[in-house]
């Protein structure tokens, strides 16, 4: 029987769209208090009152993770205003894929700066409270979870570089499990194949069409699909540690 994330308090990046919008949705709905995270404050906003209205708790804090000063003050402003931090949900991602010769290298760094180093600011500004929320909350447990992907377990050609961030997303995490899950810290990777977001129009144009041409045939994802599979991470009892869910479309090969 499921959890329910009563007088908990959840963070979540990348919430501005996709994944994160649709988590941050689902863990209110579960009754934790939402923390949005992203740069765009207007949309965050947006969202944070639609939680609102549902009867959910909800507060948008634009920032910007690859920044760690910014992600230092996040999480302390977390502390002050909550008294607690017991689930981080690491959605915030970009796609820049292409040709290796035609690629910007700005589009690269940018991978490795929001995919990677932003989550690792994340994770470790949030860890002190994350470790000492199960001593405090009723379910005896806290939960990180992160936002791979497929990418993260299968590389392909113009992929190089979103490969490399994702690969180092999923070991990270699953070094990070065998650290903490002694004290009731679990950490958790998601791998979804292809999801209706945004992520595929931030690409170069040649590969949008490549990327159309493949998955027209492929009913792809919907972000709610992988906030289900995160609600059932972060709402399994505390002797359940679900180290990884890989989710593809069931018409992806």
Not at 89 to 100: C, R
Not at 117 to 127: M, S
Not at 219 to 229: G, H
């Amino acid at each position: 029987m499921a959890d329910r994330l009563d007088r908990t308090v959840a963070l979540v990046t990348g919430a501005s769209s996709g994944i994160g919008h649709a988590a941050a949705e689902t863990l209110a709905a579960e009754g934790a208090t939402v923390v949005l995270v992203a740069r765009r404050a207007d949309r965050l906003e947006e969202i944070a009152e639609g939680i609102r209205r549902s009867g959910g708790e909800a507060t948008a804090v634009p920032a910007d993770i690859t920044d760690p000063g910014e992600v230092v003050s996040l999480i302390e402003r977390v502390i002050t205003e909550f008294g607690r931090l017991d689930t981080v949900v690491n959605a915030a991602g970009v796609m820049l894929n292409g040709d290796s010769v035609a690629s910007p290298i700005a589009d690269w760094d940018r991978m490795i700066d929001v995919n990677l180093r932003g989550l690792v600011h994340v994770v470790k500004a949030a860890l002190p409270y994350l470790l000492e929320a199960p001593t405090t909350s009723p379910r005896s447990v806290a939960d990180v979870v992160n936002i791979s992907s497929i990418a993260g377990r299968w590389p392909a050609p113009q992929v190089a570089v979103y490969n490399a961030s994702k690969f180092a997303v999923t070991a990270a995490t699953e070094s990070w499990r065998r650290e903490y899950t002694a004290r009731s810290l679990r950490f958790s990777v998601v791998e979804p194949g292809a999801v209706d977001t945004e992520l595929f129009g931030h690409q170069q144009e040649a590969t949008q069409e490549h990327y159309a041409n493949i998955f027209t045939d492929v009913e792809k994802l919907l972000a709610a699909d992988i906030a289900n599979a995160i609600s059932y991470i972060v709402t399994s009892p505390r002797r359940v540690a679900v180290n990884e869910i890989v989710i593809r479309p069931t018409d992806q090969i």
